[in-house]
């Protein structure tokens, strides 16, 4: 029986879990303060203390960690890859740790699956990374040469669930034609045809529906005329927090969380309504861009995501995409399980491990 340790890590969370085979035997969440981690400023002493975190409580929870088989980590911000899962070498780790492509927590999944692996003599994974680059050459032309569209989105959880679909019905998932709308604090929306993902907005930088707090797309002049008028700030920074964290829902209505939202709707709240039901109405006819993607041959939509626990959001944004193909719900996230999937399929011998370079 396989044993894997899974990492995912947040800004200002940890999550472990330890796995035999597809079954989760162990399970725990930290949350984090700045005066609970001791103020780590750097990459390399944020790691240390989650280090520390986790094998602290491992230790505690009696578990022998060299019966396991290997480690794996979500994430990291690496050059753009296929999807699948890749085997964790020193080059993946010195371009996160090194942030050559962009400072997230997120890369602490790769650098200390490794590291922990490193010390049992057991191989470390990553699965799906949130940069994987599938798209075709005409879905990489944005408007201006030197702004290349690029994906970066919710990778891991949308080809688990896609595969998940595909598995409930006895099909191939690279069979299929299939549309997944990840919606959380960022919404993004893929087109998967026969296994690849080939097109996708980019759910950080600026593309796509709104969400609980950003602005998917916005008209370019009017933010340039703002930026001039320094209503962001004077640094780039001060930017991107707007961008990333003050728009949405929470422009709208003062609060990121949908659970609210979705309250104050029900019970009259024609402001909150309107909000709520133009992020769906965004969601929506992103779904229906994809669609165009795939030529108009789609044999299922899949909702999932935090918000897709909401049967009144869901059944807004099943209304209007119906008529293009049958819609499946899969609230919620699957990423520690699709994490430890990835890696017994190739600890399995079902999938070779990839190699990054």
């Not at 799906?128 to 030197?146: F, K, N, Q, Y």
Request: proline share 4%; glycine share 10%.
């Amino acid at each position: 029986m396989k044993k894997v340790l899974v990492l995912n890590f947040g800004s200002t969370s940890t999550k472990l879990a330890l796995y035999a085979e597809d079954r989760q035997i162990l399970h725990k969440e930290f949350h984090h303060s700045s005066d609970e981690m001791g103020t780590p400023f750097t990459l390399k002493e944020i790691a240390a203390a989650r280090k520390a975190l986790i094998l602290r409580h491992l230790k505690e929870q009696g578990v022998d960690l060299s019966r396991l088989d290997a480690v794996v980590g979500r994430g990291g911000l690496i050059r753009p890859v296929a999807g699948g899962t890749y085997r964790i070498n020193e080059k993946m780790v010195k371009d996160l740790t090194d942030c050559v492509y962009g400072y997230h927590a997120c890369n602490l999944g790769g650098i200390l699956a490794a590291d922990i692996a490193g010390e049992l003599g057991k191989p470390a994974f990553t699965v799906d990374p949130p940069v994987i680059d599938e798209l075709t050459d005409v879905a990489r032309l944005s408007g201006h040469r030197d702004f290349p569209r690029r994906p970066l989105f919710h990778a891991l959880n949308a080809r688990a669930v896609a595969r998940r679909y595909a598995g409930e019905r006895g099909l191939r998932y690279d069979g299929l034609r299939l549309i997944v709308a990840h919606m959380g604090g960022g919404v993004t929306v893929s087109a998967h045809r026969n296994g690849r993902i080939v097109d996708v907005n980019n759910g950080l930088e600026g593309e796509g529906p709104y969400s609980a707090e950003r602005p998917g797309a916005l008209p370019v002049l009017p933010i340039v005329r703002a930026v001039y008028e320094g209503k962001f700030g004077d640094s780039y920074e001060s930017f991107r927090w707007f961008f990333t964290a003050r728009c949405g829902l929470i422009s709208y209505l003062g609060t990121n969380d949908g659970r609210v939202v979705s309250l104050r709707a029900r019970q009259g709240d024609a402001d909150a309504e309107l909000a709520y039901r133009g992020m769906a109405y965004q969601i929506a006819k992103e779904i229906g861009a994809m669609s165009a993607a795939l030529c108009g041959e789609v044999d299922a939509i899949l909702l999932t995501g935090g918000f897709a626990h909401d049967d009144m959001f869901t059944i807004w944004i099943e209304e209007a995409v119906s008529f293009i193909a049958p819609v499946s719900v899969y609230p919620g996230e699957n990423e520690m399980l699709a994490l430890a999937q990835g890696a017994l399929r190739v600890l399995r011998g079902e999938e070779t491990a990839l190699e990054y370079s």
